[in-house]
């Protein structure tokens, strides 16, 4: 039984990766951190009592910025594979906490892969990086490839170019199976509530069932290549089976703006969007609204525009290409855009149907801090 051990399992990606190699037969080990709060929300169904015997699915107490729990999980596990997905993972956030972003996210990977090095581990365990498109980016070309240029527009994006080399490094210096997936964004009904398209598809689905009147937002014109997390992790496996190990792009090859993500998310509910320009008069006035169950009216504002959202250098344009992964990995995403927006939708009025029915009946439900 092969072995795997996921960094950053409690996240998006670690949730959905655990699910995936735990259907192909793996022992799954994770690595979450020390919280004042349980912090398992997406790998609860995955629950294996460890008094049990032959249990399939561990967790292990750990941080990417402790080298000496790092060593100490890899050399107790003994992984064929690892997944380093750990990571200050927020764009935004990383410009309020860039040292802590450059600890985790970058010098979190030189410890995985010299902890591989030191146990001696260098022919047995394969190694991903968690790389990003981020790398790209002020714009060098378009659409992004694995030959396109690096131009790092934030401590996150930063932090990660470090993450990206040493991974290379490690490859050429030690002959180590180590490999960069680059991923463009990837969102699901997992997603972390701070990232757009999850605080866009929670926002519309509040705002449609009463319980919230106007969802803030930053820069709408901001273009990303958006695809399905679950599509994505498939990537990250398929790049660990290969004779070599290689870099990787996985993205879908299509861009879109962030006030389309909001109008695509808001028509799920029967809200037609219009933006200033667009016909109407101010910024997100709704133009008809089709149920009338969402107790809306036409004419009202019900996206604005926040500065506080903005960030000090932006990633205007991500576009990749993933000729290299269809064609070496035979990857190929099942979700487009629209599938996308809709099974986030529906996720997210069913979370808030819930959350609703607690309210009516007298129940304080969580604030939203964003
Ligand atoms: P999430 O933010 O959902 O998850 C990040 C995970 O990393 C969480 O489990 C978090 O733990 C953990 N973590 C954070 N800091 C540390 C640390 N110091 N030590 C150990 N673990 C830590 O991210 P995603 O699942 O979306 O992304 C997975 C990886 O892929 C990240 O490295 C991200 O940067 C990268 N990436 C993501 C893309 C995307 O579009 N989603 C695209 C390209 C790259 P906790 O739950 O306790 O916070
Ligand atoms: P990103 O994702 O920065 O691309 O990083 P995010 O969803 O945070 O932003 C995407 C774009 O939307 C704009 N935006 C807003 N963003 C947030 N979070 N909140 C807002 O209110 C808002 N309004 C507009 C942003 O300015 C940006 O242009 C994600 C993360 O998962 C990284 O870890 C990963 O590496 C990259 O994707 C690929």
């Given at each position: 039984m092969k072995k795997a051990l996921i960094t950053g399992i409690t996240g998006q990606d670690g949730a959905y990766l655990a699910d995936l190699l735990l259907s192909k037969g793996y022992e799954v080990h994770g690595i979450k951190r020390r919280s004042s709060l349980f912090n398992t929300d997406r790998i609860?169904?995955?629950?294996?009592?460890?008094?049990?015997?032959?249990?399939?699915f561990r967790l292990h107490y750990g941080d990417l910025s402790d080298s000496t729990n790092i060593i100490r999980i890899i050399q107790q596990v003994q992984p064929d594979e690892i997944y380093n997905l750990g990571a200050m993972s927020h764009v935004k956030v990383s410009f309020d906490t860039p040292e802590y972003t450059a600890n985790a996210d970058g010098i979190g990977t030189l410890r995985i892969l010299e902890a591989v090095r030191l146990l001696g581990l260098t022919e047995k365990t394969k190694i991903y990086q968690a790389s990003t498109s981020e790398l790209y980016g002020l714009v060098q070309a378009v659409p992004q490839s694995e030959t396109t240029p690096f131009y790092p527009r934030s401590p996150y994006a930063v932090a990660k170019l470090y993450g990206y080399w040493i991974t290379v490094n490690y490859r050429e210096a030690y002959n180590m199976y180590a490999c960069n997936g680059i991923l463009f964004n990837h969102e699901s009904p997992l997603r972390g509530e701070t990232f757009v398209t999850r605080k866009i598809t929670r926002g519309a689905a509040k705002i449609a069932m009463g319980l919230q009147d106007k969802l803030f937002l930053g820069n709408l014109d901001a273009r990303r290549d958006w695809g399905h997390a679950k599509d994505y992790v498939e990537a990250m496996y398929l790049i660990l089976q290969q004779d070599k190990p290689e870099d990787y792009v996985i993205a879908t090859g299509v861009t879109t703006t962030v006030r389309d993500f909001v109008k695509m998310a808001f028509a799920e509910v029967g809200i037609q969007l219009a933006f200033s320009g667009?016909?109407?008069?101010?910024?997100?006035?709704?133009?008809?609204?089709?149920?009338?169950?969402?107790l809306l009216k036409a004419g009202k504002e019900v996206v604005a525009v926040d500065?506080?959202?903005?960030?000090?250098?932006?990633?205007d344009l991500l576009i990749g290409d993933p000729t290299k992964s269809m064609t070496q990995l035979g990857w190929q995403p099942k979700y487009d855009l629209p599938a996308l927006v809709k099974e986030m939708m529906e996720a997210d009025v069913n979370h808030f149907v819930q959350e609703k029915m607690l309210q009516e009946a007298g129940y304080r439900v969580k604030n939203q801090f964003e």
């Open positions: 609860d169904h995955l629950y294996q009592d460890p008094h049990e015997e032959k249990i399939r667009e016909g109407v008069d101010e910024k997100g006035i709704v133009q008809s609204c089709i149920n009338p169950d969402y500065p506080r959202y903005f960030r000090p250098t932006e990633v």
